[in-house]
């Protein structure tokens, strides 16, 4: 498989998010890349490919797909599902489809989404607005599974450290605690 990189979209802390094109089967796609300097940590490594192989066994159409894993210049990386449109952050504070009816509907997607995680074992740990998608045909996405947490494995963050965006953590995670499935319903209540 042919992949062209296009654009960098996002940059975090561990990764960096490209606009890319799969020559082989002709569709745009996302890559998801671990940072090359993290990629010699082995525990951020097993991490990040433990998780999308989680990730990749998901099947909802509330959910952004993940294609394959891959190595991208000595990194793993991960290749996804493209949802043209925003996030709903920026859809949000374009303050247009600020209405009810828009609302249950991404609650709605979401709960489907996280339904099918949790079905599965998986707990996002960052619902929030930016990791929803709203693509132009009304698909709503949950997308960005970087900090979940796989219930079979353990989790490989450091004791004691607090992942997700605060304004959207369940008071449990602020406490230290295990998340779990109300982790979710909780940041999706406050998003």
Sequence with gaps: MAIILDKKISESATTSVYHAFDDTLGREVLLKVL???????????????????????LRSEDIVQIYDLREHDGAPAIIMEYVPGRSLKEVIAEGKQCTFAFTQKVAVHVLRGLAAAHAQGIIHRDIKPGNILVSPNGAIKITDFGLAQVAVAPTLTSEGTIVGTPAYLAPEILRGEAADARTDLFSLGAT
């Design 35 to 57: 940072h090359r300097h993290l990629a010699h940590d082995e525990h951020v490594r097993q991490r990040f490919v433990r998780e999308a192989r989680a990730c990749a066994a």
